[in-house]
C-alpha cells in the first residue's frame, strides 16, 4: 500500500531513484550519471582533440536516445595538461568556451576561465587529456593531472561529478606533425605509447573512466577506409573520424551499444557508419587492444561503367555528387563515387602532398561544367619557390586507380585565387598514362580557365598518374599553385 501511494505522489528523491533504475535496465545494466533536472551535462577541458570528439555527433546521438545533453568544450589550441594547471593557479580567462545547450544551440564566449565554466553548470562529467605530441609520455601526464584534479574537483558543483580520461589517437602514418618524431613517426608506437599512459591514468585516484577514441580510431583504420580518417595528419576528418570519436564517447558515456543506431552525419554512408560504430564498441569492449574489423575489411565492390566521377580538393563533406579529398597528405587513398551516388571501382590516391588548404578562390564560376560554389572556393596548393608553413612544396601529385585499361577519359581541372595581386599563380598539371598530356592555367581571379585533357588513355595497369607543380609562366614570389576540382568523364 504505501509503495503504491507512493507511485501516486512521487517525491523528487524516488523520481531520480526510479529515473536511474530505468536507465539501468534500457542499457544492459549501466548507469550513467544524470543531473536531477534529468540532464546530462558534459565539459571538456582540452583543445582541438576535445572538438573533434564532443563537439560534434554526440549530442546528436543522446537525441536519437531520448538522452537530454549539455556539452561543453573549454577550448584552446594544441593546449598540453601543463598549460591547464598555470591557468588554474592564475586563473586566467583565456578559453573558447564552447557550448551546445540541451535545446541544441551552440555558443562560444571567449576568454572564460577555467572557474567560470565549472560555475556555470553542475556537471556530471568532466573530461581531461594531454596535448597530442605528449600523449603516449606518462611523465607529461602523472606531474599534471592530479594538481588540476583537485582544482577542479573543490569547485564542481556536482557532489557526484565524474572524471574522465580522453584517450586520444596515433597520427596518421604520412602525419607532418613535428611531435610525430617523439614516437620515430611510427603510428603503432605511437598508438601503444597512449595505451600505456591511458591504463596508467585508468588507475590514478580520482579517474572514473577512460574513453578510449585513440583505439576506435586504430580499430577503424583495419577497414578498408584504411588510414583515412585524419584531413592533416593528426586532427579527425569531418565528419567521418569525428563521428568515430563521438560513438566511442556515447557507448562508453551511457553504457548503451551503439551499433545498429540509426543516426549519422550528412556525408557518411550507411557502410561508413557501420565501420565508425563497430570501432567504437569493440574499443569500449577491448580499450587497450586493436580489434580487427574482419567484416570490413573488403571495399564495396563498385560499378566499372560509372558516370561522371566529380573530385573537391580540400572538401570536408560530401558536397551532392562530389567527392571531398579531405587530406592535402600523400598515403590517403579515396574511393569515388559517381554523380549518380554510386560507389565506383576508381580510387584516387595521394602520392604526393599538398602544403595545405586555402580558400579565397571563386565561388561564382563560369564554365560550361556545374561547379558549386563550396567547390570552386577552397583549394589545395603548394609552394614551389619559397618555404611556406615550414617547408616548400614544389611538386604535388596524385593518381587515379581501377580505370578501364582500354578505355580513354575525358578530364577537367579547375583552380582559383581570387584578389591576389601577387604575380602570375600559374598551376602546371602533367597527366600520364598509356599517353601523357600536360596544361597549364593562372589561378589568379580565375572564374572560367580550365585544364582539359581529352581522350586521356589509362597505362597497363589502369591508372592515370597527375603531377601538380607552379608553371613556367609562374611569376608568384612563393610559387603558390592551386588544385579545386577535378572531373572525369568516359569518352564516348
Not at 330 to 337: H, I, M, Q, R, S
Not at 401 to 410: A, F, I, P, S
Request: glycine residues 10%; charged residues 20%.
Amino acid at each position: 500500500m504505501t509503495f503504491r501511494l507512493l507511485l501516486r505522489r512521487p517525491v523528487p528523491t524516488l523520481q531520480i531513484v526510479l529515473s536511474i533504475l530505468l536507465t539501468v535496465f534500457l542499457s544492459g545494466g549501466s548507469a550513467f550519471a544524470r543531473n536531477a533536472d534529468d540532464i546530462v551535462k558534459v565539459l571538456a577541458i582540452g583543445n582541438s582533440f576535445s572538438e573533434d570528439a564532443i563537439e560534434n555527433n554526440l549530442f546528436d546521438l543522446a537525441r536519437e536516445k531520448g538522452i537530454k545533453m549539455v556539452v561543453g568544450n573549454l577550448y584552446i589550441g594544441g593546449a598540453p595538461l601543463t598549460l591547464h594547471v598555470k591557468n588554474t593557479r592564475e586563473n586566467n580567462s583565456v578559453y573558447a568556451y564552447r557550448k551546445t545547450s540541451v535545446d541544441g544551440t551552440r555558443s562560444a564566449t571567449p576568454r572564460v576561465s577555467i572557474e567560470r565554466a565549472l560555475a556555470d553548470e553542475d556537471w556530471d562529467y568532466i573530461s581531461f587529456q594531454q596535448a597530442s605530441p605528449l600523449s603516449g609520455q606518462l611523465t607529461t601526464v602523472t606531474e599534471s593531472l592530479p594538481e588540476l584534479l583537485d582544482y577542479v574537483k573543490a569547485r564542481s558543483r556536482n557532489p557526484d561529478v565524474k572524471f574522465v580520461y580522453h584517450q586520444t589517437w596515433a597520427y596518421s602514418a604520412h602525419s607532418p606533425h613535428a611531435g610525430f618524431a617523439n614516437y620515430e613517426k611510427s603510428q603503432e608506437k605511437m598508438y601503444q605509447a597512449i595505451v600505456n599512459v591511458s591504463k596508467e591514468v585508468a588507475k590514478m585516484d580520482g579517474i572514473d573512466r577512460v574513453i578510449p577514441a585513440g583505439t576506435a580510431i586504430q580499430n577503424a583504420r583495419t577497414s578498408f577506409i584504411g588510414d583515412n580518417f585524419d584531413r592533416d595528419g593528426y586532427h579527425l576528418r569531418m565528419p567521418l573520424g569525428r563521428y568515430v570519436a563521438a560513438c566511442t564517447w556515447f557507448e562508453k558515456l551511457f553504457g548503451i551499444p551503439v551499433t545498429g543506431m540509426k543516426y549519422k552525419p550528412e556525408g557518411v554512408s550507411e557502410k561508413e557508419k557501420s565501420v565508425a560504430q563497430s570501432a567504437a564498441h569493440f574499443a569500449v569492449e577491448n580499450p587497450y587492444t586493436v580489434t580487427g574489423l574482419t567484416r570490413f575489411q573488403k571495399a564495396p565492390k563498385g560499378v566499372r561503367h560509372p558516370e561522371a566521377i566529380l573530385v573537391d580538393f580540400g572538401g570536408t563533406l560530401h558536397a551532392g555528387p562530389w567527392n571531398p579529398v579531405t587530406s592535402p597528405l600523400e598515403g590517403k587513398t579515396y574511393v569515388l563515387n559517381d554523380s549518380l551516388g554510386r560507389t565506383t571501382r576508381v580510387h584516387l590516391e595521394m602520392t604526393a602532398r599538398f602544403n595545405g588548404k586555402t580558400g579565397g578562390g571563386t565561388a561564382a564560376s563560369q564554365t560550361p561544367y556545374a561547379l558549386p560554389g563550396n567547390v570552386t572556393a577552397s583549394a589545395y596548393f603548394g609552394n614551389a619557390k619559397k618555404a611556406v608553413g615550414g617547408g616548400a612544396i614544389t611538386e604535388s601529385g596524385f593518381r587515379l586507380t581501377g580505370l578501364r585499361r582500354k578505355g580513354q577519359y575525358d578530364i577537367v581541372l579547375f583552380a582559383s585565387k581570387m584578389g591576389d595581386s601577387l604575380g602570375v599563380q600559374d598551376t602546371r598539371v602533367v597527366c600520364r598514362g598509356k599517353n601523357e598530356q600536360q596544361g597549364s592555367l593562372n589561378a589568379t581571379d580565375n572564374i572560367s580557365g580550365l585544364i582539359v585533357f581529352s581522350g586521356a588513355q589509362p597505362a597497363a595497369d589502369g591508372t592515370l598518374t597527375f603531377t601538380v607543380t607552379a608553371g613556367p609562366a609562374n611569376t608568384n614570389p612563393d610559387g603558390f599553385y592551386y588544385l579545386s576540382a577535378l572531373r572525369l568523364k568516359t569518352k564516348k
